[in-house]
């Protein structure tokens, strides 16, 4: 930027999206090609991880460097407590505008004092919107000669799905990923769901197109990430590797190298220290819990962590808001850990609520199934269906996957003798780590968040 030496930042948030459908982690479907020629000239993630896969403590983790239990941010539509500081308070004192444009979902200001650039509409492709809104703050900023950290939060990929051309899938000709059910009714969700991720893509080429023409492409940090996975089964709302694995690729002047893979593990947590460290902030010691990975980006081979961590909580969700399910989950490179504490009862949320009462009530004939009823209600299933339907609301104790092998996490190995010492190990880590974090019975956890949520019900 004119007068100015310092990098920028704009960093593009998807809304419950699944890396895995991105061309650049695989995918072979659904349409990317500005996401997977980002990864082709930058860096690409391969081991991020958010901690809960869920829209509110999601991005208060992404813009506060601080796990939720710190933030007090486990339930989602939650708010940061008293006193928590965010990228905001790093920036702004080394002279950047640092702005927020569309999605928030966080709060309260006091620990999120974005420049706040407007909300943008769900109903119809907000896209034109953006760009002009993005084009303005850009104008003002080169006016003012001050480095920009702009964010924008896209709502393409949440339900429910109003953008993108869904009419230029095949329904027919898309390929059902294994851990889901192949019915008519899913397959007509994917292909409005793959809309909307096109949708998001188109985005990321014309803000990349906008930094290009105003020549600021090359002192621009440009971020693109894929949130929590989707609403759709075994992804939001849990902690399988679905949900809590992000798709993060990066334009990172100076340090990206085309077509560059990090692998280690690196947590959403992560990124607001890595971009302070890069910009000349000096966090202070214990402020954040994330780790600067730019060591990574300078071709380090030395991990920023052994393990990332995941929670859940099922209260506070639309029909279930008082529902006790806790839970808790680690990962090293290789294998993850599942701990459900309460298992001897049921998990829900609010798509799975249709399955639910097909099941409990097989009398049940829904005229207009979604996904998960349309599994329920799909006859002459197979084993493997079978155990599918019974895992969208039972879990064991704990789970154990090996994600070399089985990516996908369709075979528990919890209680196998040949991976009892990798079991031991990552039970003995979380176990610890819930201790440290004050959350050793995640069950009474969450019954005092079902407590404080009933009393703000009753004073609502």
């Known amino acids: 930027m004119s007068g100015s030496a310092k990098q920028n930042v704009v960093f ?3 809304d419950d999206m699944s890396r895995d459908t991105w061309g650049a982690y695989g995918g072979k479907d659904c349409k990317t090609p500005n996401i997977d020629q980002l990864a082709r000239d930058g860096t690409r993630f391969d081991r991020a991880y958010c901690t809960v896969a869920m829209c509110a403590p999601f991005r208060q983790e992404l813009y506060s460097g601080r796990s939720p239990w710190r933030t007090g941010t486990l339930p989602n539509h939650s708010k940061s407590v008293s006193g928590t500081k965010s990228i905001v308070h790093y920036l702004k004192p080394l002279g950047y505008r640092v702005a927020l444009l569309g999605k928030s979902h966080v709060g309260p200001n006091e620990c999120y004092p974005f420049e706040r650039l407007g909300e943008v509409s769900k109903k119809v492709d907000a896209n034109p919107e953006i760009l002009d809104k993005a084009k303005a703050f850009l104008d003002d900023c080169e006016k003012t000669e001050d480095p920009f950290c702009l964010f924008i939060g896209s709502h393409d990929s949440h339900a429910p799905f109003t953008t993108g051309d ?93 077509g560059s893979v990090i692998d280690e593990l690196v947590s959403t947590a992560d990124i607001t220290p890595s971009l302070v460290d890069e910009l000349g902030g000096k966090l202070k010691k214990g402020a954040v819990d994330g780790k600067s990975f730019l060591s990574l980006l300078k071709g380090v081979e030395e991990p920023i962590r052994q393990y990332v961590y995941g929670a859940f909580t099922n209260c506070r969700i639309i029909d279930n808001r008082e529902r006790i399910y806790p839970i808790r989950a680690i990962r090293d490179k290789r294998y993850s ?9 049921i998990t829900s949320n609010v798509t799975l609520t249709q399955a639910l009462k097909m099941i409990e009530d097989t009398q049940i004939k829904p ?13 002459k299933k197979t084993k493997m269906e079978q155990a599918l339907v019974h895992k969208l609301h039972n879990r064991d104790e704990f789970e154990l996957y090996d994600l070399q092998k089985d990516p996908f996490e369709m075979k528990n190995l919890a209680g196998s003798a040949k991976h009892k010492n990798v079991q031991r190990r990552l039970k003995s880590a979380l176990m610890a780590k819930l201790k440290e974090l004050e959350d050793s019975n995640p069950i009474n956890t969450e019954k005092g968040f079902v407590s404080v949520g009933s009393k703000k019900g009753k004073k609502n």
Not at 337 to 345: E, R
Request: charged share 20%.
């Open 166 to 258: 869904p009419s230029s899938y095949d329904a027919k000709k898309i390929t059902v990923p294994s851990y889901w059910i192949d019915t008519p009714e899913l397959r007509e969700v994917m292909i409005q769901y793959y809309a909307e991720i096109t949708n998001f893509d188109h985005l990321v080429g014309m803000m990349r197109k906008e930094l290009e023409k105003r020549n600021l492409w090359k002192n621009t940090i440009f971020m693109v990430c894929s949130e929590q996975g989707t609403q759709l089964p075994f992804a939001k709302w849990t902690c399988y590797d679905n949900g809590l694995h992000t798709g993060l690729v990066a334009h990172w002047p100076g340090l990206s190298k085309p």
């Open 337 to 345: 850990l599942i701990y459900n504490p309460n298992h001897k009862s």
């Open 12 to 14: 593009i948030l998807a």
């Open 367 to 379: 005229k207009d199934l979604n996904p998960s009823g349309s599994w329920v209600a799909k006859p």
